[in-house]
């Protein structure tokens, strides 16, 4: 009679039964001492087994003599890539004895591949272990996404046998359906504020237990990867909200990318369980491509969290195409970065300067491809909304716009920024995209005091960027003082600025009763042209009355302006004309006859001298504007002086 020696290795776990084994199943490293009757009973691999083991026990025992002590029988099976494990053939050792089981999501699984590879049918008994997991699945599993969750992570070790059992796949489906369904109820049934909704009608009452609608988020955050890109494609396939599946992208991404933010990097750096890069590229890659690239008006999607994928793209050097869909989708909600989220460092030696600015270039151009000319309009008329003292609409381009003049002046002084460089990314945004110019102005100041050694042709062609007509007061007084700008433009600088000023004193003298733009808002030279050219009777006459002391209080402080803006003047006639002279003296060779030339008619001195002047540094409007001050001035100096003569005459 044959007698198997148990196992020396591992661990053994008994029946307390009372009666001695007569069958020791090794599982992994776990050796069962079991009885053969109750498992033959309800597994058919195991009776085929045991049986197949006595039929040689017998045949060798035919063969050997009588023994004198009779030796009980106990036979030895091996269970190799037993799915489950020993803790799920544990569990159905135990089902075979009659023991009570409690089935849950997690075991399942498990439980219902282990029946499947005893073979435990119903062949071998009713209700068996087989039909028992099929009813659990169907009946309670497969109809709660937070349950089929758990039995799909457990199914990960299981395979392929979950897999050819179709329990990966019911389970896969299950969690879509449930989705949708909390999706349709949350959007149906619920109003914005999260009461109950009657007919369409908002009954004030709230759900007992009223639950977000993104709570599912975190449940599917425990799939491994492969079974949650299952997932995420069974959900497109089934037209699921395109929003809720980029939420469950973000929180899956955040729960499995460290560093994604530069709040939570701290902390990232300290865990322990981080996935090496291969496999951080590939979640990197998969979240990518199944977040849609149109603007998205989840929460979670943020700029901040998008522009953090790009910077982890660039650190795990991703795939060109992820790196392009995330500048895309960046681009799509551009408006709502930060000047912090553009600073993107550059993470290739083959880049010189600090922060990757080719990438924020890109993302640019895709943001004006996506706007297109309907941005432009609003434009147009967000400035004659503001021409008339109204207050604009910030559409994006301007915001975009405003953030980029930000930018400029972030990375103007790296030392290594070329020139060319900057110019294009100034020149890329559109007219209507700077109501004003002061942030350009301020960042090629920066890049100019940064970068002394640059050419005059590349400090001329950087310095034509600014329209001196979109400077406000400050600006252009900033701007006549400043020496590092080419005195072409400072000529043109104080020029509009003396402009500015003759069209506002106009137009206060024209229409004294007219509604002049707010003085909240900064002072353009362009609004003050566009408000003279209009006819009072054109005038929104509901604005027309003024209170007499504001109006008062605005004629002072023009007038104190007027006064400073002469000196000014004043001090630059005299410089024209010490340089005209000069000019004639050099030109002529005769120092006495172009003295006298010179000085034969003072004021046709001054006016050819500011004509040659105005020509030669490109102003295009007519000298008449500041001839006509000086014409004023000269008059009243004369007639002051004609008055004291009188007086004097009459003392004498």
């Given at each position: 009679m044959a007698s198997e020696k148990p196992p020396s290795k591992g661990q053994a776990w008994f029946c307390t039964t009372g009666l001695p084994s007569d069958v020791i199943i090794e599982v992994e490293e776990m050796a069962f001492h079991l009885h053969k009757f109750p498992l033959m009973s309800r597994s058919g691999k195991l009776h085929r087994m045991i049986t197949e083991q006595e039929i040689s026990t017998h045949r060798e025992g035919e063969e050997e003599e009588e023994q004198e002590e009779e030796e009980e029988e106990c036979y030895l099976l091996n269970l190799p890539g037993f799915p489950g494990g020993s803790e799920a053939f544990e569990i159905?050792?135990?089902?075979?004895?009659?023991v009570k089981?409690?089935?849950?999501?997690?075991?399942?699984?498990?439980?219902?591949?282990?029946?499947?590879?005893?073979?435990?049918?119903?062949?071998?008994?009713?209700?068996?272990?087989?039909?028992?997991?099929e009813a659990f699945l169907n009946q309670s599993v497969l109809r709660s996404l937070k349950?089929?969750?758990?039995?799909?992570?457990?199914?990960?070790?299981?395979?392929?046998?979950?897999?050819d059992l179709g329990i990966v796949e019911r389970c896969i489906d299950a969690i879509a359906m449930n989705a949708g369904a909390d999706q349709l109820a949350s959007g149906d049934l619920a109003s914005p504020n999260g009461s109950i909704l009657w007919n369409g009608i908002d009954t004030g009452l709230r759900h007992r237990d009223?639950?977000?609608?993104?709570?599912?988020?975190?449940?599917?955050?425990?799939?491994?990867?492969?079974?949650y890109k299952r997932v995420v494609s069974t959900m497109e396939a089934r037209d699921l909200n395109p929003e809720s599946i980029e939420g469950s992208l973000v929180c899956y991404a955040k729960k499995f990318i460290p560093g994604l933010s530069r709040r939570n990097r701290v902390s990232s750096s300290h865990s322990t369980s981080v996935a090496p890069e291969d496999e951080q590229r590939e979640l990197l890659e998969t979240v990518v491509s199944h977040m849609p690239v149109r603007k998205s008006s989840n929460p979670t999607t943020t700029a901040r969290l998008l522009f953090g994928l790009l910077r982890t793209a660039n650190i795990l050097s991703a795939s060109d195409s992820c790196r392009t869909t995330l500048e895309r989708k960046i681009a799509a909600q551009l408006d709502q970065a930060t000047l912090d989220d553009l600073l993107l460092p550059s993470y290739s030696y083959l880049i010189e300067t600090l922060y990757d600015i080719d990438c924020v270039e890109r993302i640019l151009e895709y943001f004006l491809e996506g706007c297109g000319g309907a941005d432009a309009e609003e434009g147009e008329e967000d400035e004659e909304a503001r021409r008339y003292g109204?207050?604009?609409?910030?559409?994006?381009?301007?915001?975009?716009?405003?953030?980029m003049d930000g930018y400029l002046a972030e990375i103007a002084s790296d030392g290594n920024l070329k020139p060319e460089?900057?110019?294009?990314?100034?020149?890329?945004l559109p007219d209507h995209a700077r109501v004003y110019d002061d942030g350009l102005y301020r960042a090629i100041?920066?890049?100019?005091?940064?970068?002394?050694?640059?050419?005059?042709?590349?400090?001329?062609?950087?310095?034509?960027?600014?329209?001196?007509?979109?400077?406000?007061?400050?600006?252009?007084?900033?701007?006549?003082?400043?020496?590092?700008?080419?005195?072409?433009?400072?000529?043109?600088?104080?020029f509009f600025e003396q402009l500015q000023l003759r069209n506002a004193i106009a137009g206060s003298i024209v229409a004294p009763d007219a509604s002049l733009p707010d003085s909240g808002h900064p002072v353009r030279l362009q609004d003050h042209i566009g408000f003279l050219g209009q006819s009072p009777a054109a005038q929104p006459w509901q604005t027309t009355v003024r209170n007499n002391q504001v109006l008062r209080f605005d004629m002072d402080s023009m007038r104190a302006r007027v006064h400073e803006l002469e000196r000014e003047c004043s001090t630059m006639r005299r410089a024209i004309r010490k340089f005209d002279k000069a000019k004639k003296g050099g030109g002529v060779g005769g120092g006495s006859s172009g003295g006298g030339g010179g000085g034969g008619d003072a004021e046709d001195?001054?006016?050819?001298?500011?004509s040659s002047f105005t020509k030669k540094f490109g102003c295009k409007f007519k000298t008449q504007v500041c001839d006509s001050h000086e014409r004023t001035w000269v008059e009243a100096k004369k007639g002051s002086h004609h008055h004291q003569h009188n007086r004097n005459s009459s003392l004498t």
């Open positions: 159905a050792a135990k089902f075979c004895y009659g089981v409690e089935l849950t999501p997690l075991n399942v699984g498990p439980l219902r591949c282990a029946a499947e590879y005893l073979e435990m049918t119903e062949e071998h008994g009713d209700g068996n272990l087989i039909a028992r997991t349950d089929a969750v758990k039995t799909l992570s457990s199914c990960e070790r299981l395979l392929p046998t979950a897999e009223q639950v977000r609608p993104d709570w599912w988020y975190d449940e599917l955050a425990v799939l491994g990867l492969p079974f109204n207050s604009p609409g910030m559409n994006p381009v301007m915001v975009v716009g405003k953030l460089k900057f110019y294009n990314l100034a020149v890329a100041d920066v890049y100019l005091k940064a970068h002394p050694w640059i050419s005059d042709e590349e400090r001329e062609k950087i310095c034509s960027l600014i329209d001196c007509q979109k400077l406000t007061l400050e600006a252009c007084t900033h701007a006549a003082q400043n020496e590092r700008l080419p005195l072409r433009v400072v000529v043109q600088v104080l001195g001054g006016n050819g001298g500011w």
